[in-house]
């Protein structure tokens, strides 16, 4: 089968003759991909880490349609539209034990060790499997998957109805941030990135305040839309060295911080922006993966429901969709920052026909 599969650093590769997933386990589902999304994680492995095991098939936001199931599979039948929650635990480590499955000790993802979803079949255990309503598509339910991933950090916190929230860092992480933030009741919500581009398809997505950080510091432009007081929580989804310091100034006193971006960086906290941790009494949490108990978690139902209600919207996200033999060359362009992509969309069954990494986006021109 096709398939976009990692051997090293900066060396994906498209290949038709990857092995087409079978059942081996009563309980596997196999899943014919229709729709898979690049992850800001995908590209930091494919960048800078390398892979878990060379020539491992990459990939791990998808949704597709059932093609074959276990005997001891049961609720689940060829031809249902379903999601996939990608990440495997161990099932007896004390966090496992605990109720605490995203701090599993032996915690995996599909793409890692077990063969992805840059494919045009993949395959998990039925518990994986997540059902779709007829009127979420594909390409959106690619982003079940990182939408629980920000679910996740929302239910960690204290957030109330009425709560002013900031978002820092407005790429699919964030722009799910900004929708879930409404989700949970806030009352504003004030996007912050150095991209108008990416601020506007924010506005166009529920937030109230976009601030530009290169016209002046993001938290003196916080300060001054809340009267001097900060906002209830703020979301550092940017995985950046520089926000990762600069979040700690956006909250008032007593409020929270999430981690939800990963740097793969050292951080250096000015003593201004470390000094708010203390004299503001901040609760700093980090978030991590997208499943709680019982498995997978309540992330990946609500996230399907809020999807069906349409009050989470993706689709101004998705900047590309692409065939999977694009893949090596829209990864390289997307490090090297040569197209101008939000979210990266790969169809499996299609051709090479798109041209849009010739610099033709989907509902924009980059």
């Known amino acids: 089968m096709k398939a976009l599969n990692l051997y090293g650093i900066q060396d994906i590769r498209f290949e038709d003759n990857t092995p087409v997933p079978v059942i081996e386990n009563d309980d596997d589902v196999i899943i014919k991909v229709k729709s898979v999304g690049i992850c800001g994680s995908d590209t930091s492995r494919y960048k800078k880490l390398g ?4 020539g491992m098939t990459f990939g791990h936001e998808f949704a597709g349609e059932v093609t074959e199931v276990g005997p001891g599979v049961e609720g689940i039948k060829i031809g249902d539209r379903v999601a996939g929650c990608p990440a495997f635990v161990c099932g007896e480590c004390e966090y496992c034990r605990t109720g605490e499955p995203a701090r599993c000790e032996k915690l995996s993802v599909i793409g890692a060790r077990h063969p992805g979803a840059y494919a045009e079949y993949t395959k998990l255990p039925a518990t994986h499997i997540i059902p779709l309503p007829d009127n979420v598509d594909y390409d959106t339910a690619a982003l079940v998957e990182p939408s629980s991933v920000v679910a996740h950090g929302f239910y960690r916190t204290k957030i109330q109805p009425g709560s002013e929230v900031a978002i820092m860092g407005v790429g699919s992480i ?3 941030a900004v929708q879930w ?3 949970f009741g806030a009352k504003k919500v004030y996007a912050i990135d150095i991209d108008d581009t990416k601020l506007q398809i924010a506005k166009e997505l529920g937030a109230d305040v976009v601030i530009n950080s290169l016209e002046k510091p993001a938290h003196e432009q916080i ?12 979301i550092e989804s940017a995985g950046s060295p520089i926000t990762s310091s600069q979040v700690f100034a956006l909250p008032r006193k007593g409020g929270e911080v999430v981690f939800m971006g990963i740097p793969y960086a050292d951080i250096n906290i000015e003593r201004f922006y470390f000094e708010k941790i203390v004299r503001n009494e901040l609760t700093i949490y980090g978030s991590w993966n997208a499943i709680s108990a019982p498995f997978p978690g309540k992330e990946w139902i609500s996230t399907v429901h809020y999807m069906s209600t349409g009050q989470i919207n993706v689709k101004p996200m998705i900047s590309h ?3 999977l033999q694009e893949g090596p060359e829209a990864f390289q362009k997307v490090i090297n920052r040569e197209i101008d992509s939000v979210k990266v969309i790969f169809h499996p069954e299609e051709t090479a026909v798109s041209g849009q990494l010739a610099g033709e986006a ?3 021109e980059i």
């Open 174 to 176: 964030g722009l799910l």
């Open 181 to 183: 933030a409404k989700i």
């Open 321 to 323: 969709k692409l065939s």
């Open 362 to 364: 989907v509902g924009q």
């Open 223 to 234: 300060l001054e839309y809340t009267n001097g007081r900060g906002v209830d929580l703020a």
């Open 51 to 54: 892979p878990y095991i060379e």
